[in-house]
Structure formats: C-alpha cells, structure tokens
C-alpha cells in the first residue's frame, strides 16, 4: 500500500507542477501559429516545381523576389529591387538593389556578406544556364521558367555594380516582369552554394534552403510538421510571430477536428463549410482564385483527333448539376479558360449550352452514331480548382452514357498519375490549372501553346498555329486593348476547337480562428504568414478584413 | 527462484525462435522475391542483390537461410521499409517508447480506476452498488474502441475544447529526442518552455490513455471483483473479524493484500489486450507510436516493416508477461516453488 501512496503522491505533484506557467511571460502558444496543411513539400525551392502545396510552404515565407505585387489591381512594387527602368524597346531591364537585405542565419549556414547582384545573377542563372554548377542539382527541371520559354527570352544577363542589375531580352515581353514577380523567381544566396559546392553537398541546396524571406527554416519532419522561426533581421520590419509551424494533415477530417479543437490556428482547404461558420471563434474566408478546372481531351489519339466529337462531348455535359453537386455551389461557371476576374475576359465569349440532340447529331456526322468506348482519367487527389475529380467523372460518365458513350474511369497515385499523362497515355483527363501571376497569358501559354505539349503541361497535345500566333502577339504589345482583342480571338479559338472543355473557376477557402489577424491567401500564387499576428478578439475589424478579402475577387485588375 | 528464472529463460529463448521462424516463412508467403521481402531493398542494384542473397544464405537450404536471417535480427539488421526506405530498427526505437508510454499510462490508469472499484463492488457483493458497476464495466467491455475514440475525440476536443485531439504534443514545443518516451524528454530537455510543455503533453496523453483504459478496467473490475470476493470467503478474514478486528483493518491489512496478488498475475496478459488496442487507438489519434507506423505499413504493403514491426511487437510483450511474472513470483513466495502438477 505505502508504494500506491507514493505512486499517488508523485504523480499529484507531476500534475501540479504541470499546471504552473511561466506567468508573465507570453505563453510559446501566443507568439506562435499553427497551420494545417494539405501535404509534404516536394522541395524548399519553388524554382524548380508547380505544385501549390510547395508553393504554399516556401515560396512566401522563406524567400524574397526582386519585385512584388500589391493591393488590389496587382500592382508591380519594389521588394528587393528598390527600382527599375525599362527601355523604350522593351528589351532591357535596369534593377536599383535594397543595400541592406540580410540572408537567413540557421544551424547550417552563417552568411557572411549581404544579398548583392551576385545573389540576383547566381539564382536566374541556375534557371536558364545549363553550364551553371547548380543548374542539374536536383533533376535540372524548372517547369515553371521552361513553360515561358526563359531561357530563350534572356539573352545574358548583366551585372553593372554591385548593386544593379540588367536583364537583356531577345524580343520585347509584356510579362517578363509579372513574371519575375510570381512565387518561383525567388533569389536564393549564391554564397551558399559556394560554401555547399566546397563542401560537396550541393543537393542541400533545395533542401536545406537559405532564403531572405521573413521566416527561416528551422526543422522539416517528412509528412509531419515545418518549423519556422522568423527571420529577425529581415529588411522589413520582422513578422508578428516568432514561430510558424506546418502541421501537414492530409486528411480532410482530420485537418477539420484539429481546427475545432484548437490544434490549428489556419486551416487549408477545410470541409464541412457550415460547421465552421456556425462557431462563432472561427471564421471561414474564400478568395476566387484564378484558377480553371477542365475536362480535356488527348487531341493526337482517335476519336478526339476529330473536332465534332469533341464539340458533341462539349454539349452533352451538364456543367450545372457538376458545380452543384462537386464544386456545391463555391465555383464560378468556367465559359473559357480565363476567369470572369481577369481583364482579359472578354464578355461576349459564350457560353456553352447543354444540349443532347445537338451533341447526338455532332456524334452521327463524326460518324459515331452508335457511340463508343472511351477512358476517362480522374486525377486522384483533391485540388483547388476540382474538389473531387472522380465524383465528377462519374457524373460525366453518366452524362456520356445518354450519348451512347461508355466511360471507363481510371485513376493512379498523382505523380505516376501526371508522369503518364505527360507521356500521352491517356484518351481524356480531368485536371485543372492554376494561376502563378495575374497575367492572362498565364492561362494561355502555358495551357495550350505547341511549346507547352513538349514540356508536358498541356496535355491535350493541342497544336493550333493560329492560336499561337494570336498569344504571341499579344505577347508583343503593350497596348492593353489590342491585347484584349487578341485574347478574346484565341478564346473564341478555343471554344470552337474544344481542345479542353473548362468547368468551373473556383473558390480557395481556408479557416481560421478568431484570434488570428493578419492577410494570408491572395487570388492567385502561395498563401504568406508575413502579416499574420494573433491579437485578443475584435469582431468588427476582422469583419471588415473578410470583406475586402471576398471583394478583392470581384474588383480584380478591372 | 534460480530455477524459475531459468524456467522463464528458456520459454523465452524458445517462443523467440518460433516467433522468428514464423517472421522468417512470411517472408515467403509475401508476394514478391523473399530477399527483397527480408531486407526491404527494392531499389538495390544487381551487385547490391547479389550482395544481399550472400548475405541472407539463399542459395543455400531452408536452415542455412533461416541461421542467416537470426544473425541478421540478433545484430539488429531488420531490413529497410520498402515504404520510407528508413532503417527500420531505427525508426522502431524512435516509435516503440512512444507505445510504451500511452500503454504504461493507460495501465496505470486501468488498474487505478479498475481495482479499486472490483473492491467496493466485492465488498458491497449483491447489492445495488455491485450490480451497478457490474453492468457499467459490462457495457465499457462491449464498446468498440474506434467508436470510443472518435466520441471522447468529439466531446471533449471538439464540443467541450478541454482536450487536444490528436499527436503527443504540441508542435510548438521541440522537445529533443533522448530517450522517446516524452515525459522523460521533457524533463531532461533544457527548454524554457518546459512546464508548458509538460502540462501539454499531459493534455495530449489523457483522452487516448483512458480511451485504451477502459476495456482493461472492466476486466481489473471483474477480476479484483472475483478474488476479493474469494478472499473475504476466506478462514482467515473469517478469524480476523472473529478476533475483534474492525471492517477497515480486514479489508486494508489482510483482504486487499492477498486479492491484489491474483490480480498482478493477470496484468501481464491484460498488457497484450491492451497493446493491441493501442495500436487502433493509436492511428484515430495520430499518437505517433509503433501501432500507427504497423498499421500504416500493411496498409502501403509494406512487408519487410510488417514482419519486423510485428516482431518487436510480440517480442515486447512476451517480455512484459515473463518481467509480471517475476513480480508476482516476488510478491507471492508460493509461486516460486510451485512444480508440475503440485495445484
């Protein structure tokens, strides 16, 4: 018995001593946000991928670009670059640099000298310079940059000081600075990779990243947790919070009881809407993102090659009941595969209709009167633009079936999923894109452009001169109404080709508490935690804050 | 007691062998070359196979192959998970503390809640408070654990808010891995967070302690219930109160003794029940322990983590059962001298 009492005793104590804080201080909880995220990071160098969930864990916290985007008409403003002049011709960029921007001090480095030119030439050459040491460290792929044709638009670029920079073009490009705004052209320190190179652990790198960012890397835990602390000697004035942790949890649910239990501070992509917005300590916030969800064709295999089957498959999908019942309402109807949002849209694009004998008659002139056998590739994980792509291939399927054509739904994990779509395997797909800068051509080029299906990003294998042509001129002028004209062209284009048929533009939601304040999603690119501090309860401001959010959408560039 | 220990020794060394003959032979019941399924090296290049057949005697007959496999497990070699490509021995030391400290926990608070409340219904036997915690234990025994879990987790985590519902602790504290079991980590950490840390980590260990508690409550229950009830039947607790002795001093000095040493013998096959709800509860938790990471691994096919996981595992509580039998063979000096057929 004496032993029970001590066993007792001891863990009485335990408990009391457990419940005594270290009172005055702020607790670690109050100078620190959680977030749960969606997945593992497959890298901390956005250079080298596209994937939102990368983005989203790198791109805003760790690093910097040489320029920024602000407010509500995404603007171009200064960040790492203090200035910058463009030549009447177009084709050279000046950059003025900040003088006093500090990299990263970690466990792992110690950087000796601040961020300079050296830093600026070291990161874009890495991208376009195939004899650069770190060009082929980590696979030599930099989707992002190969998809814009970079390398063939830089022709050199120019160190003038220390502290200026010139970038000279080989032809004259109105994105080229939206472009280096976007979350993958971050500057990454050039005296790391020398240090890594002596050291002959160049893959650390990406891996081990050392950015000027407003947080650095403090521990990775592999499907786990990213710590962050903040980087205190940041160029600006240094983030609220001391420390930023990713809590990845790929499951829906459990992403959902962790933030009603107060285990997140942020929640992405969270379900269960309603529950949410019934608590009154958490809030739910959405931005339109500019993003497209689509249903595509491989245009290079039969019978897709053939445009009447694909215009009779265009008018026998009710895209309607699929934003009910997938998207539940939290989309917008896609016409084009340019959101409303954007400046480009042109208002005359029409809309598709729903219509069965029509599609029936297409079918019988394509020669297919009685139908046919076709696969239908559902992505298998959850995205913004397509919330559940195999639902919505049953839904297709059952649409189809009133044609007479029998939908075999196939689906693999998502790498070997999008590595066999790069390779064509596949008859039709449902995928979606999403944006990396406010600039139509982003939707354009990297879609559907011919020098898309050899970088693998346009999976439909669609090769239209015309469509080309008309995105390459756009791409010349800097007069915004011609480029208007030329947009609305290519989308007329494309609704008549049905290379893709575009679903739905949907909303990016994320919830969060109460307590936490601060912007985090923006409509397009990574969500950032640089504003982001956590203050005692204050309904109206917070009110307010989510309805500049949800009007940022509508208002956008317009 | 020597020839107890030895006893125990050798059913230990001879359940071993058995347990690795059954590891070795599910190596080949797997699908797939049985190689690659013992040591977990899918991507190994044709001279690293070559290496390996050497090394695991396949060219060899069945015994030869199995003596290479044991010298393979008693160096520590387990193989690579085909999932992670890790070391599995490594990431089996990282994740058995972290069992064995919900287990521990859970035990603890089994036997607290279980044996004291066997007694009051013994002691009480036949009346309403008997039955009532009779059939409350009942009910505990028939709730299924992964329905258990998911309730505790949406009243007390997500309706109430007292109790976090997933992992062993907060991310924000980095508590240096030493020893894996938390408590200890914590305290030998030199955080300065330490004791919010602590409480912390107490916060995160009640809901999915006491959800495993409760099936192996209801059987302290019953089991405290039974042998208290055979000891209160007793000459001796009959003489004792025939000596004058008050109710309390029978049930303190003299009843509760003899009926916890019949429980304590009973501990040791409960702890395998007890594991093996752990390991459910583990995974609605997220508690990052070795039956999520088993778990897990059947579910990704992963058969070199399987066999090894489940090894480790039956290893762990064989050694649990023969380690309570030492206690109860030292509490209780009858056990030692019993020999065959002598009860």
Redesign the interface.
């Known amino acids: 018995m004496n032993y029970l009492k001590t066993v007792i005793g001891v863990c009485f104590t335990l408990l009391l001593l457990s419940a005594c804080n270290e009172e005055g201080k702020l607790s670690l909880s109050q100078r620190s946000v959680i977030y749960c995220s969606e997945g593992s990071p497959e890298t901390f160098n956005p250079q080298l991928v596209t994937s939102g969930t990368t983005i989203d864990a790198t791109s805003n916290q760790l690093y910097d670009r040489l320029i920024a985007y602000q407010g509500e008409k995404n603007e171009l403003i200064p960040a790492l670059a203090k200035s910058w002049h463009v030549t009447r011709d177009g084709k050279k960029i000046t950059f003025y640099l900040r003088k006093d921007v500090t990299f990263h001090q970690t466990d792992y480095f110690t950087p000796s000298r601040l961020f300079n030119a050296d830093d600026v030439i070291f990161s874009f050459n890495r991208i376009i310079g195939a004899e650069h040491p770190f060009h082929l460290t980590s696979g030599g792929h930099y989707p992002f940059f190969q998809n814009i044709g970079f390398n063939k638009l830089i022709d050199k670029i120019e160190k003038i000081n220390d502290y200026t920079i010139r970038f000279h073009l080989a032809r004259a490009d109105s994105t080229f600075l939206a472009n280096l705004a976007t979350d993958f052209a971050v500057i990454i320190s050039a005296e790391y990779g020398q240090k890594l190179a002596k050291n002959n652990t160049k893959h650390n790198i990406d891996i081990m990243p050392i950015g000027t960012g407003p947080f650095k890397l403090k521990e990775y835990r592999v499907g786990s947790l990213i710590r962050f602390y903040r980087h205190e000697a940041y160029w600006q004035t240094p983030a609220q919070m001391e420390q930023l942790v990713f809590d990845i949890t790929s499951s829906n649910t459990g992403r959902l009881t962790k933030l009603l239990a107060k285990e997140c501070d942020v929640s992405s992509y969270p379900i269960a809407h309603e529950k949410i917005t019934e608590h009154t300590d958490l809030t739910l916030e959405s931005v339109t993102a500019l993003n497209v969800g689509y249903f595509a064709f491989n245009t290079t295999k039969a019978p897709f090659d053939n445009v009447l089957v694909r215009q009779a498959i265009s008018y026998a999908i009710n895209k309607n009941v699929l934003l009910e019942t997938i998207y539940q309402g939290h989309a917008e109807f896609a016409n084009s595969i340019l959101p409303n949002s954007s400046w480009a849209y042109d208002k005359n694009t029409k809309t598709q209709e729903f219509d069965l004998t029509k599609a029936q008659n297409l079918l019988a002139q394509a020669g297919y009167p009685d139908g046919f056998t076709m696969d239908l590739w559902a992505m298998p994980v959850q995205r913004p633009y397509n919330p559940n792509a195999i639902n919505m291939a049953k839904l297709i399927q059952a649409d189809l079936k009133k044609i007479n054509i029998d939908v075999n739904i196939v689906s693999y994990e998502w790498n070997t999923f999008l590595h066999r779509l790069s390779l064509g395997e596949h008859q039709t797909f449902l995928l979606g894109w999403s944006a990396d800068n406010p600039d139509p051509d982003n939707f354009f080029t990297p879609m559907l452009s011919c020098s898309a299906t050899q970088t693998g990003s346009n999976r439909t294998f669609w090769c239209n001169q015309d469509y080309d042509e008309l995105i390459q001129k756009a791409l010349k002028t800097s007069n915004i109404n011609k480029r208007k004209q030329y947009y609305a062209q290519a989308m007329d284009l494309i609704s008549n080709e049905v290379p893709l048929i575009p679903i739905a533009h949907s909303k990016r939601y994320q919830a969060r508490g109460k307590d936490i304040i601060g912007k985090i999603m923006a409509p397009f690119g990574g969500i950032s935690f640089y504003q982001v501090g956590k203050s005692t309860i204050n309904e109206s401001s917070l009110n307010e804050k989510a309805q500049q959010d949800e009007s940022i959408t509508s208002e956008d560039i317009n | 007691m020597l020839i107890f220990t030895l006893r125990r020794l050798s059913l230990f060394i001879f359940t071993m062998l058995l347990l690795t003959l059954l590891s070795f032979s599910l190596s080949f019941l797997f699908p797939g070359d049985a190689v690659i399924n013992l040591s977990g090296a899918i991507n190994a290049t044709p001279s690293q196979l070559a290496q390996l057949n050497e090394n695991y005697q396949t060219g060899s007959n069945i015994f030869v192959q199995y003596f290479a496999y044991l010298q393979h497990i008693i160096n520590g070699d387990l193989g690579l998970s085909m999932a992670?490509q890790s070391v599995i021995s490594h990431e089996i030391m990282n994740l058995l503390p972290a069992t064995i400290e919900l287990s521990l926990v859970a035990l603890l608070i089994a036997m607290?809640a279980g044996i004291p409340l066997g007694f009051i219904a013994a002691i009480n036997h036949n009346k309403p408070s008997d039955n009532i915690i009779l059939s409350v234990s009942m009910l505990g025994y028939s709730v299924p654990v992964f329905w258990l879990g998911l309730l505790a987790?949406l009243i007390f985590?997500?309706n109430l808010?007292w109790?976090?519902?997933?992992?062993q602790i907060?991310?924000?504290?980095?508590i240096e891995l030493v020893t894996g079991i938390q408590f200890i980590d914590i305290l030998l950490s030199d955080s300065?967070?330490k004791?919010?840390a602590?409480?912390d980590a107490?916060a995160h260990i009640i809901l999915p302690a006491c959800v495993i508690a409760v099936a192996p409550a209801t059987i302290f229950i019953r089991l405290a219930r039974t042998s208290m009830i055979e000891v209160l039947n007793t000459s001796y607790i009959r003489a004792a109160s025939a000596k004058g002795l008050s109710f309390q001093q029978i049930i303190?000095r003299h009843a509760?003794?003899n009926a916890l040493i019949k429980i304590i013998r009973h501990v040791g096959l409960q702890f395998a029940n007890l594991v093996t709800i752990a390991m459910v509860t583990e995974v609605i938790f997220?508690w990052?322990g070795i039956g999520r990471w088993l778990i897990v691994s059947i579910d990704q096919r992963d058969y070199t983590a399987i066999q090894s996981g489940l090894l480790v595992l039956s290893c762990f509580i064989f050694v649990v059962h023969i380690l309570t039998d030492f206690i109860y063979a030292a509490l209780n000096p009858l056990a030692r001298g019993i020999k065959h057929g002598s009860r």
Do not use: C, H, N
């Open positions: 992670s607290f987790i985590s997500i808010g109790l976090p519902s997933a992992g907060s991310l924000l504290f980095e300065p967070y004791w919010q602590f409480s107490t303190f509760i003794r997220s990052p």
